[in-house]
C-alpha cells in the first residue's frame, strides 16, 4: 500500500510562489515516478507534471512549463512542486499520485485511495 498526503497549499496573490510537499508511507517510494495534478471545481482532473523514480527527468504541461518546477527527495520519501508566477488560473486542489510514464501520467489501476489534495487559491 502506497499512502500520500499532500501540504504546503494556502492563499497567494498572483505573481507568487509556493512550494507542495507530498510525503509517502507504506510501499518503496523510490521505486515510483511521481505526477502532479491538480481539479478545480466543477472541472475535471488536470496533469501538472511528473518526475522518475531516480529524480533526473521531469515532464510538464504547457500550462505550467516555466514556472512549476518537481523535485524528489528519495531519502525523506517526499516530492515537491515549486510554484512561481502563479495565475489565478492555478487555483485548485493539487494531488499527487504515482505514475507509469511521463509524458502520459498514467496513475497505476491499484492507486485507489487517493490523498485529500491541498488547496491552492490564487487571488488576482
Known amino acids: 500500500q502506497l499512502q500520500l498526503e499532500e501540504s504546503g497549499g494556502g492563499l497567494v496573490q498572483a505573481g507568487g510562489s509556493l512550494r507542495l510537499s507530498c510525503a509517502a508511507s507504506?510501499?518503496?517510494?523510490?521505486?515510483?515516478?511521481m505526477a502532479w495534478f491538480r481539479q478545480a471545481p466543477g472541472k475535471e482532473r488536470e496533469s501538472v507534471g511528473s518526475i522518475d523514480w531516480s529524480g533526473t527527468r521531469t515532464y510538464y504541461t504547457d500550462s505550467v512549463k516555466g514556472r512549476f518546477t518537481i523535485s524528489r527527495d528519495n531519502a525523506k520519501n517526499t516530492v515537491y512542486l515549486q510554484m512561481s508566477s502563479l495565475k489565478p488560473e492555478d487555483t485548485a486542489v493539487y494531488y499527487c499520485?504515482?505514475?507509469?510514464?511521463?509524458?502520459?501520467?498514467?496513475?497505476?489501476?491499484?492507486?485507489?485511495?487517493w490523498g485529500q489534495g491541498t488547496q491552492v487559491t490564487v487571488s488576482s
Open positions: 499520485a504515482p505514475c507509469l510514464q511521463l509524458d502520459t501520467l498514467s496513475v497505476p489501476t491499484w492507486y485507489i485511495n
Open positions: 507504506g510501499r518503496a517510494f523510490s521505486n515510483y515516478n
